[in-house]
């Protein structure tokens, strides 16, 4: 025979069991509750309100023993105070226990109890849930017949309801954490946290193609700092207000965070149809908004990605709808673009050289292709510029391009910058021994940025140098205009060691950093090279003339020696001459080569008469 818990046992027991409740327990949990307090009570029915005070109405949370044929339209259910019998009116505002037993005058809660369930009399007790000095809810029970409550029971009613109370406030606080983290509080909009859940779903089972539309409103920061953060987000609300607006009720529209958007069609849908939905949301975005008496208009720009589900995660998805919206943004803002074979390709790619990279320089699989400089009238060989290669085992032999990009990002720039020195600095003094000269070849190397502020670079250098018997002035360093202008004082003091040591310095790609004038003259350059950018076109394009032209003179007036790049046509070679600029790189001559190939140009003294063919 089991023992009768106390009452005190018994509102302990409770407390014990609601403690790990959350909303999606709440129901059962109420149901157990009131199963256990209809036995141990010895009643025939329980029920557990909560009050809606908006709606002015008491809603039935749960009752036991669950009734059979609940009528579809509930007269339990809810029942709103405005018109309810006396009792239910009752439990809007009840704030102590409520007894009702047959005897009394109650008629109308009795006709009401009778109607669903067709039980005639009954006694009722009723317990408030108290939040603060609001009824948030009421317990209940009954039993058939006459039922008298003692004042000790009705403590422990009162203890338990107490505890209900306390449990549907913090559910109903976690319910509204939920929300604020599934709604966005500007918008409205689903958060990324709620799309993430979404594309989840869609990508693990359904059908596909998922169309993810990312949007991104070109220059907002502009409205932002001209009209202020208020106007911004009035911006930005009238926005999502309008891709809703344009979108079917059951598109998932989100937002990301500042002037990023997504959105997620209901429907798998081809390539075609998901571009005219993106169509339809650029055209809303580009109408005006009025922003504090100011008609603002954006371009936004859109990258659409199809995900087929169990072939991509939602990650690689979302980068991937992220991608194509930068290829739209280059394309000049206000456009739509696809991701694409060839950006999986190129992302594929990028992975690959992320993975391989730092074994290939560290086990020596880099390789130094060397590209000379020539003088145009002579036709000889005045230095040679190395420039790195990766015979890749898949993909081939990569250019710089391919790569330099993740050297910068992953802090290798040292590690392979120190490789391209020695290598190279052995291959010029072995090319000194071979093909001596009155005047012995020179070697550029290119340096990235992040290398030229590491402390030691100076001192590595000189090391470099001793190792492989080279004196500093056959040696120079290829820096572009960027990397000075963008770090000027730590680039300086490189700049001045590298001096003390005999290096010389070129500034590459000159003509594309603006640097200004004023600080051309107080860096310790040597040499400027004319980005190919400007090449390219000579004897075409009379900008290019006049900006080519001003160089020379530039660095004529700060006794730089100048040197051309990117000769490809007799043309450009001309008309460099014509400016007074004789020395040039360009595969009019030759194109980047091995070292052997470059041997063999050494060999035959340069490209005499080259130019005169
Ligand atoms: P850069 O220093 O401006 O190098 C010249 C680039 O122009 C080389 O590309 C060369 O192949 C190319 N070129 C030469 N003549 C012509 C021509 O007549 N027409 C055209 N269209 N192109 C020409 P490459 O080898 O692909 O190198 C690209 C860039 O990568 C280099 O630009 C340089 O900034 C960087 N780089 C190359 N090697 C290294 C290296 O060892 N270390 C570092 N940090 N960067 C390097
Ligand atoms: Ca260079
Ligand atoms: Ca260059």
Redesign the pocket.
Known sequence: MTVKLTLDDLVTSVATDLMGVTAATLHSASERLLHQLVDYFEVDLSFLRRNDHERGATILVAEWPPREDVPADDPLGVIYFADADPTFAALETLSSVLLVRPAEDNDQYQDRVRQASGIQAVSLATVPLMDKEITSGSLGFIKYGDRAWEPEEINALRAVAALLAQLQARVAAEERLRYLAYHDELTGLATRRALTDHLAERLSSGAGPVPVIFIDVDRLKALNSFLGHAAGDQFLATLAHRLKTASPANHMLARLGGDEFVAVMERAADEAEASRYADTLRRVANEPVQVGGEEISRAISIGLALGEPGQVNVSELMNQADQAMLQAKSRGGNEIAVFTDEMRRQNEIRTDIELHLVTAIRNGSLL??Y?PEVDMFTGEVTGI?????WPHPNLGLL???AF?EV?ETTNL?GE??RW?LET?CRQLREWHRRYPRTTPLGLS????PA?LITRDFVSTVAQILRDSGLEGQYLTL?I?EKAIVRDTEQALDTLRGLKNIGVRVAI??FGTGYSSLAQLKSLPVDVL?I??GFV?DLGVSADDLAIVRSIVGLAGSFGLRIVA????TKLAAASLLALGCTRA????YA??CGAEELGEILAMGGFGGKRMS
């Open positions: 130094l292709h590209q510029e190395a420039l790195v290669r250019p710089p391009a330099i050297i720039a392979l910058g391209v190279g190397v290119n340096v990235t290398e290829e572009t590459d790609d090279k980005d190919r390219r790049e990117g000769v490809e790189q360009g595969f009019l194109k980047p």
